[in-house]
């Protein structure tokens, strides 16, 4: 336990230590004020210009699947950025064989981001949603939203020699996220051709709500993660 304990305060110190990585930790609060004051503000000014009663708020939901999936995908981004720092400095590769072992590294560079980051996004989506969400959906929305962003961490850390190719990965693997447009602008069912992403079962479990479609969601983001973990096992020793 205290193995995992100094784990994670160096990861923190790492993070610390990096003022773009410090950055990034605030990016999900900067997104969430301009979602909670910008986009009603954005629809006022719109619906005054088009003299119509309604511009955006149909889409108000899809705003807030958007934030609660952006605070896990940029914290468990940190880790991968991490990661990707330690495998280039052999330190992934020590660490795995001291008490901490690959459990314990894995601990404390995916599971201590992705839990804080749940908590970060349900705090967000009370605090900064556009539309009303009880407990159980915001619990439920976190949880899927973190599975479906350590498939993203785990593909930058396979696919990445370094920090600056990482960095151009996340842009390509945050495409995963954007299933979750598909089914607002998508209603016939071409729009089953991006079942296979997680975030389109993401959108479609609240838009019902229909909560079956959390299985697809859960499942999909599963695989991702299985079909990544030899690889990314590889590379971390």
Request: with cysteine; proline share 5%.
């Amino acid at each position: 336990m205290k193995a995992n304990v100094r784990s994670v305060q160096m990861f923190l110190r790492q993070i610390r230590q990096d003022s773009m990585l410090t950055l990034f930790c605030f990016l999900p609060l900067v997104i969430a004020a301009v979602f909670r004051f910008g986009i009603p503000f954005l629809e006022t000014q719109l619906c005054a210009l088009l003299n119509k009663p309604s511009v955006l708020r149909e889409y108000y939901l899809l705003f807030d699947l958007f934030l609660a999936v952006f605070a896990p995908y940029f914290l468990v981004f940190l880790s991968s950025m991490v990661m990707l720092a330690e495998i280039d400095e052999h330190v992934s590769a020590y660490l795995a064989v001291t008490p901490i072992r690959k459990q314990g590294y894995l601990v404390s560079r995916f599971l201590f981001p992705a839990l804080f980051a749940a908590l970060v996004s349900a705090a967000l989506m009370a605090c900064c949603s556009l539309t009303h969400w009880t407990i159980g959906n915001i619990a439920l929305l976190c949880l899927l939203s973190v599975l479906l962003c350590i498939p993203v961490a785990m593909m930058i850390v396979v696919f990445s020699h370094n920090r600056v190719e990482g960095m151009a990965l996340a842009k390509l693997a945050g495409l995963l996220l954007f299933g979750l447009p598909v089914p607002f602008f998508l209603t016939n069912e071409t729009q089953y051709l991006f079942a296979w992403l997680p975030s389109f079962w993401i959108a479609k479990v609240f838009m019902g709500p229909a909560y079956w479609a959390a299985i697809p969601a859960i499942v999909l983001s599963a695989v991702w993660i299985l079909l990544q973990y030899k690889r990314f096992e590889r590379k971390l020793l």
